[in-house]
């Protein structure tokens, strides 16, 4: 991943090639080195086999919709994807979040919005890679996650977690024990607020339960606290956490 000054590599897998064009005349000037496709099954390719900081997909594809290239990218890339959609259904939404996407957008979009989503995912993915802040691992009961390769286990076994949910789930291990609310959680994963995980964090916190197998209604590892926030209850018997 590029650093910090760096250009960014974005892909954008879109049908629209006029939008291409204009996405990539308008943040080429910023730093935003973008290619493009314009097929679902050239999207699955090229998100999976060259080096990338972000990746613009669009819903409405031609060959498999976003939805599917979304489920191909995210079998073997943790790279920040950022869905494009025209759908007013919000489902349409929470799907893409639930299958892995990091943001999404409306395709009536500004341009300055889209600066600032790109901005954010790849802010969020840049300092949590590069932070040395907290120890390389980090084990509470039968979880462990290593900060310097990003890999979270389930009693020995490998979790396939999007970068937002490896962030969510380090987030709330540091803090086992202790309540946390939506606003506390947004300044520990990105650094500052972005209204876009506000709406969506509760998302990608029942995405991240279903990962990890955890009741709602008898949580071993996340509890809600109503109108409250979110805890891990998960090391309350260890001395790990």
């Known amino acids: 991943m590029s650093g910090f000054g760096a250009t960014t590599r974005v892909l954008m897998i879109d049908d629209d090639v006029k939008l291409c064009r204009l996405v990539k005349d308008y943040l080429a000037p910023f730093g935003f080195d973008v290619t493009s496709v314009n097929t679902g099954p050239e999207g699955v390719t090229a998100a999976t086999e060259r080096d990338l900081d972000v990746v613009l997909l669009d819903v409405m594809l031609p060959g498999i919709d976003g939805f599917e290239v979304l489920k191909q990218i995210r079998a073997s890339s943790t790279v920040p994807v950022v869905m494009l959609t025209s759908l007013g259904d919000e489902a349409d939404r929470i799907i893409g979040l639930e299958i892995g996407a990091d943001d999404y957008l409306p395709k ?21 890679s590069n932070s040395q802040s907290d120890s390389d691992e980090v084990k509470c009961g039968d979880l462990e996650l290593s900060v310097a390769t990003r890999i979270a286990r389930q009693n020995g076994k490998r979790l396939e977690l999007t970068a937002l949910e490896f962030d969510l789930l380090h987030c709330l291990l540091r803090s086992s024990g202790r309540v946390l609310n939506r606003d506390q959680i947004l300044d520990e994963i990105a650094g500052r607020e972005y209204d876009v995980f506000d709406r969506s964090i509760d998302v990608h916190i029942s995405s991240l339960r279903k990962k990890l197998g955890d009741d709602f209604k008898s949580p071993r590892y996340i509890r809600t606290l109503r109108s409250v926030g979110y805890m891990f209850v998960g090391g309350e018997e260890s001395d790990q956490c």
């Open 108 to 128: 009536t979009f500004s341009t300055r919005e889209l600066l600032a989503r790109l901005r954010a995912v790849t802010r969020r993915s840049q300092l949590n």
